[in-house]
């Protein structure tokens, strides 16, 4: 399977990545709208791409009443047909990977396994590559960490 994996060692903050997704998203440059969001800490000088992790057991899938969610191939996907736009997705995701813009609702569906936010980076701080089990592992630990589940 594969997934997507940030880089931070490699990320510049250049926020191309966001305004790609935007662009093919909305139709727009506005990292605002984007499913990838890059947080930058001036003291720390570093850059970090927050975008959905793709969760086995997806947290904005329990928590929605109308079933705007589903998994399809290992990818989260949202139905903006059945969303009522009440926000609770994205103030209980643990990743602070779902955003609202307006109305809407804006979460990474991997551009249907053709990510838009890679291609546009330059640095390859972003990558769509095959899960391998020591990053299946590494995953399952911090969203374990972030959740607090054993």
Do not use: W
């Amino acid at each position: 399977m594969k997934v997507l994996n940030f880089y931070p060692e490699r990320c510049t903050g250049c926020r191309e990545c966001a305004m790609a997704c935007s662009l093919v998203k909305f139709g727009e440059c506005n990292p605002r709208k984007s499913a990838v969001t890059v947080i930058r800490d001036e003291f720390k000088r570093y850059e970090y791409a927050v975008f959905c992790l793709q969760c086995d057991e997806p947290v904005c899938e329990d928590v929605c009443h109308q079933n705007a969610y589903t998994v399809e191939d290992g990818v989260v996907k949202h139905d903006d047909d059945r969303c009522i736009h009440c926000r609770l997705c994205a103030a209980m995701c643990p990743y602070s990977a779902i955003t609202v813009h307006g109305k809407d609702i804006v979460k990474c569906d991997l551009c249907d396994g053709d990510p838009t936010c890679v291609k546009y980076c330059a640095t390859d701080a972003l990558v769509y590559e095959e899960e391998t089990k020591e990053m299946a592992l590494k995953r399952k630990e911090m969203v374990e960490r972030i959740l607090g589940t054993p």
